[in-house]
């Protein structure tokens, strides 16, 4: 026969008595923020990671710290030396942790105390403004999950409007159908109104080519080419195919010596054109006056007329390099080559700001997820490291010998950004302008092993050093 089970859907039997469980309750400055039961047999943790069973940011807590440890499936109380409280064992026998620490059932593991707790146990533990109180209860029944009755939950069905479906599967048809018309019947229209629109818009460029025949003007076969006369102008001519032997003519009426006869004498008119001097001793193509030189003597004529004497240099005299009348060069620039650096035109030099260098000097994580310690360092140092330079420099601004390290401490949340970020062992003026910063701070999400968005803690360490 089956063994009836619980009508509050609880996976103990109706008539075995219930186990009893740790319910936690957590206070901040005397407020109750958090209470929990603890249904399943696990370790409790608690910290600053969002890991923890009780997330709690308070100051000198830890990341993450086991309170409530298993051993052979009983719970064991795990305190901190600078926790205070007290822990009674059910039978009225109650002892502080102080006198727990002194050798009354605590066990010393270094940077914590255990003792084994029974199942009437409870305690107060307190730390600064948090509060932790802990009893062990009899498991209440699971409640059943909240629900609405059949037949106001209706069916999936029920959730669709009639009329907005039709409407909806209509529309979807229709385009469809016009899109597959639109793939198979693809229509050309001749002149359509895209081209007319272009054509009207745009003109259609043409080309004019007209060709010419140029005029063969025959000459005497004999004479030279020195005793030839030369016709004032002469077309361009193709050249002619060269005939297999010199003797030959291809024309008929021309010669291959009397060809290259001509065409040097073209060759030298063209170069007295344009270099030589007409009846007035100028040309249309006279270029003696781009002659270096070619007009000096002209200019020197000019300065005599007007009464003045011509020397060459700064002064009458003197050589071309003596010292003369103010010319262009002779005054003095700003001096660039000062001890300093670049001086000002008055004379004024320029204050030399103290820089800094900023080394690693250490980097750690607390939690395994996919951004390590070696992703966040390479994003500081190639996105954020200007402006932790950037508050080294002010600072050196006051004390030009300043150095030491300081240690960056943040946590990377599941969307990428930085909370808890917060830089000390430095001065403050600096320690504030980085923590200022790290508020803006982006790295890469940090994934666990599953594959899921999760938490990431580092603490970096800085070794700020003056040049």
Avoid at 296 to 322: H, M, N, P
Avoid at 372 to 385: G, H
Wanted: hydrophobic share 30%; proline share 7%.
């Amino acid at each position: 026969m089956a063994t009836p089970r619980s009508p509050q859907g609880g996976g103990t039997s109706a008539g075995a008595p219930r186990q009893r469980i740790l319910r936690i309750g957590v206070l901040l400055g005397g407020k109750i923020v958090e209470e929990r039961l603890i249904r399943e047999r696990t370790p409790v943790t608690i910290g600053q990671s969002m890991k923890n069973t009780f997330s709690i940011p308070v100051e000198g807590l830890p990341l993450e710290f086991t309170l409530f440890a298993i051993d052979e499936n009983k719970y064991s109380l795990r305190f901190l030396a600078k926790m205070d409280g007290r822990l009674s064992d059910g039978t009225g026998q109650v002892n502080t942790l102080d006198a727990l620490k002194s050798g009354r059932g605590a066990t010393n593991n270094g940077e914590y105390f255990q003792v084994p707790l029974g199942d009437a146990a409870r305690g107060k533990l307190s730390l600064g403004d948090l509060t932790i109180l802990f009893q062990f209860v009899t498991e209440p029944p699971r409640q059943p999950k909240p629900m609405l009755p059949a037949s106001v939950r209706g069916t999936f069905a029920d959730r669709f409007d009639p009329r907005l479906s039709v409407i909806l599967g209509s529309s979807v048809v229709f385009h469809f159908a016009i899109v597959i018309a639109a793939l198979f019947w693809d229509i050309e229209v001749p002149n359509g109104m895209a081209e007319r629109a272009y054509n009207l818009t745009f003109k259609p460029e043409t080309y004019q080519v007209d060709v010419v025949q140029p005029e063969v003007t025959k000459s005497p076969d004999q004479g030279s080419a020195a005793g030839s006369a030369a016709p004032e102008k002469k077309p361009e001519k193709k050249p002619a195919t060269v005939p297999s032997k010199p003797s030959e003519k291809p024309d008929g009426g021309r010669s291959d010596k009397d060809t290259v006869a001509m065409q040097e004498e073209e060759a030298a008119k063209f170069a007295d054109l344009l270099t030589g001097e007409g009846e007035k001793g100028t040309s249309e193509g006279d270029m003696s006056k781009r002659r270096p030189g070619a007009d000096l003597g002209q200019q020197i004529d000019g300065v005599k007329e007007g009464g003045k004497q011509v020397a060459i240099g700064g002064g009458a005299g003197r050589g071309s390099r003596g010292d003369g009348d103010p010319r262009v060069g002779t005054g003095t620039g700003p001096k660039i080559d000062g001890p300093t650096g670049p001086e000002s035109a008055g004379g004024g030099k320029t204050e030399k700001v103290p820089t800094g260098r900023i080394n690693v000097s250490d980097k750690q994580t607390f939690d395994e997820s996919t951004l390590t310690p070696d992703v966040v360092l390479s994003k500081i140092q190639s996105a954020y490291m200007a402006g932790l330079k950037r508050c080294y420099k002010e600072y050196l601004k006051k004390d030009a010998t300043a150095r030491g390290k300081v240690t960056l401490s943040l946590t990377v949340n599941e969307t990428g950004r930085t909370t808890s970020g917060k830089a000390k062992g430095f001065a403050g003026d600096v320690d504030d302008c980085i923590s200022g910063l790290m508020g803006s701070w982006r790295f890469p999400i940090p994934k666990d092993k599953d594959g899921e968005a999760t938490e990431a803690s580092f603490a970096i360490t800085l070794q700020l050093v003056p040049d």
